[in-house]
């Protein structure tokens, strides 16, 4: 299994970056997938996630209305567009794919059984 981010980068504050996870070996199209972020000194946490069959969406209240997680089972790929970014929003992001298939959204990471390397979103003010 290998789940692949891509589309970090440096951006200024009220910039816009869209990340992509692709994802391979696994069954993609019936796993909830997750976006988390950690920032320096700070524990990882839960940003988005999206059901397996993309009807439902969730995201923690500091980036709602900036931010969309959308997937495209075709492709193996998951989305998140982050507009209107903040120099907090700056962190690690990674993907996560749900431990089990067929599921309901999931905030917790310990709900996730596979993981990206992660892609750097740096926010500048």
């Known amino acids: 299994v290998q789940l692949v981010e891509s589309g970090g980068g440096l951006v200024q504050a009220g910039g816009s970056l869209r990340l992509s996870c692709a994802a391979s070996g696994l069954l993609f199209s019936r796993r909830g997938m997750g976006w988390f972020r950690e920032a320096p000194g700070k524990e990882r946490e839960f940003v988005a996630a999206?059901?397996?069959?993309?009807?439902?969406?969730d995201y923690t209240d500091s980036v709602k209305g900036r931010f969309n997680i959308s997937r495209d089972n075709a492709k193996n790929t998951v989305y998140l567009q982050m507009n209107s970014l903040k120099p907090e929003d700056t962190a690690v992001y990674y993907c996560?794919?749900?431990?089990?298939?067929?599921?309901?959204?999931?905030?917790?990471?310990?709900?996730?059984?596979?993981w990206g390397q992660g892609t750097q979103v740096t926010v500048s003010s």
């Open positions: 999206i059901k397996w069959n993309g009807l439902n969406t």
């Open positions: 996560a794919a749900d431990r089990s298939v067929y599921r309901g959204i999931n905030r917790r990471s310990d709900e996730y059984l596979y």
